[in-house]
């Protein structure tokens, strides 16, 4: 028998489940226009949690673009937290890859470009992912490539059995960051898209070790594809992934945008370094410093280089002003003296 939800939705049949959610087909009710409703069950978020979440799904429903799946509404009812989103015509990739096996490099770089173009929209709208995979990336019966599921991957897994959940089963895709519990930004949807792009064209995951373990290797490896396993990727795409999966988040590009124009461009494009990021940086120098060979052409070396001549013009000026206010305090000595007698 079919429910109702707010009065505005009709609850049909039953898609999945999980410990935390289920996910239905439904209906507005009136027009029997199809939808995708997902419920969480009560329990499964604090109430600090539900205000994030209704925050966000307000975000979410002034986005407007083709790349990103349209919710049309998000509230918590007696069934628990909520999100009613619209039902995509087409294939998720996850379909597509079981079906095909890998995807042709155009192919692949095509739905790249779409993902990362729908990302890029709704960064600018201060709204991450984190949580891509290929279960939500969906192409539709016209070739579009459509994002779901920006709400629950985003606030929900805050929640501490969710966490314990993504690392325990569902955790291939996550960004090493948000294994750590450690903020997220941009990066931590390039690091996941890469992932993803890197299983489209090798046919293969990029991370072959499942729950706990897989989530410990992400964590503490860098270069989670051995380069043995890019080798037969054209070479461009192995130098676009290898920095897309770079496990420190400032290594890889810090936006959609910049990974789309690596792929478009065929060559990894390099972005200015923010100056609050020049702290990790020399973090990891010191941490290769007597472990790792330093190469001298390398990024990071040339960055101190640029950070260094910035820190010498900066004590060039210091030394200018000290003087001037050795000066000023000389002559108000002086001054002092002379009008005193």
Same mark, same amino acid.
């Given at each position: 028998?079919?429910?109702?939800?707010?009065?505005?939705?009709?609850?049909?049949?039953?898609?999945?489940? %999980?410990?935390?959610? +289920?996910?239905?087909? /439904?209906?507005?009710?009136? $027009? *029997?226009?199809? @939808?995708?409703?997902? &419920?969480?069950?009560?329990?499964?978020?604090?109430?600090?949690?539900?205000?994030?979440?209704?925050?966000?799904?307000?975000?979410?429903?002034?986005?407007?673009?083709?790349?990103?799946?349209?919710?049309?509404?998000?509230?918590?009812?007696?069934?628990?937290?909520?999100?009613?989103?619209?039902?995509?015509?087409?294939?998720?990739?996850?379909?597509?890859?079981?079906?095909?096996?890998?995807?042709?490099?155009?192919?692949?770089?095509?739905?790249?470009?779409?993902?990362?173009?729908?990302?890029?929209?709704?960064?600018?709208?201060?709204?991450?992912?984190?949580?891509?995979?290929? %279960?939500?990336?969906? +192409?539709?019966?016209? /070739?579009?490539?459509?994002? $779901? *599921?920006?709400? @629950?991957?985003?606030? &929900?897994?805050?929640?501490?059995?969710?966490?314990?959940?993504?690392?325990?089963?569902?955790?291939?895709?996550?960004?090493?960051?948000?294994?750590?519990?450690?903020?997220?930004?941009?990066?931590?949807?390039?690091?996941?898209?890469?992932?993803?792009?890197?299983?489209?064209?090798?046919?293969?995951?990029?991370?072959?070790?499942?729950?706990?373990?897989?989530?410990?290797?992400?964590?503490?490896?860098?270069?989670?594809?051995?380069?043995?396993?890019?080798?037969?990727?054209?070479?461009?795409?192995?130098?676009?992934?290898?920095?897309?999966?770079?496990?420190?988040?400032?290594?890889?590009?810090?936006?959609?945008?910049?990974?789309?124009?690596?792929?478009?461009?065929?060559?990894?494009?390099?972005?200015?370094?923010?100056?609050?990021?020049?702290?990790?940086?020399?973090?990891?120098?010191?941490?290769?410093?007597?472990?790792?060979?330093?190469?001298?052409?390398?990024?990071?070396?040339?960055?101190?280089?640029?950070?260094?001549?910035?820190?010498?013009?900066?004590?060039?000026?210091?030394?200018?002003?000290?003087?001037?206010?050795?000066?000023?305090?000389?002559?108000?000595?002086?001054?002092?003296?002379?009008?005193?007698?």
């Amino acid at each position: 028998m079919d429910q109702i939800l707010k009065s505005r939705y009709k609850i049909s049949d039953k898609i999945s489940e %999980t410990p935390f959610s +289920v996910t239905y087909r /439904g209906s507005f009710i009136g $027009t *029997d226009k199809p @939808v995708i409703i997902k &419920i969480y069950k009560r329990g499964t978020l604090n109430s600090l949690l539900i205000r994030e979440m209704k925050q966000k799904v307000l975000g979410l429903s002034l986005l407007n673009h083709h790349g990103v799946a349209k919710l049309f509404d998000g509230d918590y009812g007696w069934q628990g937290f909520y999100y009613v989103r619209e039902q995509i015509e087409g294939e998720s990739l996850q379909a597509i890859m079981q079906r095909k096996g890998k995807i042709d490099i155009d192919k692949a770089m095509a739905i790249a470009d779409q993902a990362l173009t729908a990302l890029e929209a709704a960064h600018e709208k201060g709204i991450l992912h984190a949580g891509l995979k290929p %279960t939500n990336i969906f +192409v539709d019966n016209q /070739g579009i490539v459509k994002l $779901t *599921d920006f709400v @629950v991957q985003g606030e &929900i897994k805050d929640s501490l059995p969710q966490k314990i959940f993504s690392l325990m089963d569902n955790g291939q895709y996550t960004s090493p960051e948000e294994l750590e519990g450690k903020p997220l930004s941009p990066a931590a949807d390039v690091f996941s898209l890469g992932m993803i792009i890197y299983e489209m064209v090798s046919g293969k995951p990029a991370l072959l070790e499942k729950g706990l373990a897989g989530s410990i290797k992400k964590m503490k490896i860098d270069g989670l594809v051995p380069k043995e396993e890019l080798a037969p990727l054209p070479p461009y795409l192995k130098d676009v992934l290898t920095k897309a999966l770079r496990k420190d988040p400032l290594l890889r590009f810090p936006t959609a945008n910049d990974f789309r124009q690596s792929l478009e461009k065929k060559m990894v494009i390099a972005a200015p370094v923010a100056d609050q990021e020049l702290a990790a940086i020399f973090e990891n120098i010191v941490t290769q410093y007597g472990g790792e060979e330093i190469d001298s052409n390398s990024e990071l070396l040339q960055e101190v280089g640029r950070i260094n001549i910035r820190w010498g013009k900066e004590k060039h000026r210091n030394w200018i002003l000290a003087v001037f206010i050795a000066a000023a305090v000389a002559l108000g000595i002086l001054y002092a003296f002379f009008f005193a007698l």
